[in-house]
T-cell receptor, first 113, second 114 residues
């Protein structure tokens, strides 16, 4: 079945470090891919998305490129801040009759000053 | 204005009780969802409704019964609560199904069953 695999956390970085959180997926067809972020004690917020191969999603300095050849959607940021500390979820959605999001396990990012 | 709202935010109850969680969206979306996040932060779909019609039921125990009085509301009723039901429950909504549109999430309801 369809699935999303994320790198395990926690990921601990110093402020201004470069961030990569790996995400790969298994799915038939052409899913849309998403990164959601969950700040402590809060709900999920959409961070960025890409709907077709080679699309790049970007928001708040974060970027991810939809790579169909490697079935990946890695999240990157050039310089993290303490305020980026959160859990990051990679997810896919295939649309159709069952429009459900399939999530990865989440990656906790802790940024230290 | 809150786009997707849930009540209550926190719910602490005894095993065996019946409880409800309410969800409302003011985005004009046709499709609404319930997701469960367990203690390890893993998120999984439970139900989805499109225009008050049940679309997804992911083998959730029948103690869980969603109800959609109109397309802006999707409530979750849980009978005979068990310890394993302790989790965070998220409501979400999106544009009509098939469009692979972004799902917008509520703030979550943190349920603790004692």
């Amino acid at each position: 079945g369809d699935s999303v695999t994320q790198m395990e956390g926690p990921v601990t970085l110093s402020e201004e470090a470069f961030l990569t959180i790996n995400c790969t997926y298994t799915a038939t067809g052409y899913p849309s891919l998403f990164w959601y972020v969950q700040y402590p004690g809060e709900g999920l917020q959409l961070l960025l998305k890409a709907t077709k191969a080679d699309d790049k999603g970007s928001n708040k300095g974060f970027e991810a490129t939809y790579r169909k050849e490697t079935t990946s959607f890695h999240l990157e940021k050039g310089s993290v801040q303490v305020s980026d500390s959160a859990v990051y979820f990679c997810a896919l959605e295939k649309g159709g009759a069952t429009n459900k999001l399939i999530f990865g396990t989440g990656t906790l990012l802790a940024v230290q000053p | 204005d809150t786009a997707v709202s849930q009540t209550p935010k926190y719910l602490v109850t005894q095993m065996g009780n019946d409880k409800s969680i309410k969800c409302e969206q003011n985005l004009g979306h046709d499709t609404m969802y319930w997701y469960k996040q367990d203690s390890k932060k893993f998120l999984k779909i439970m139900f989805s409704y499109n225009n008050k019609e049940l679309i997804i039921n992911e083998t959730v125990p029948n103690r869980f019964s969603p109800k959609s009085p109109d397309k802006a509301h999707l409530n979750l009723h849980i009978n005979s609560l068990e310890l394993g039901d302790s989790a965070v429950y998220f409501c979400a909504s999106s544009h009509p199904r098939g469009g692979k549109e972004t799902q917008y999430f509520g703030p979550g309801t943190r349920l603790l069953v004692l």
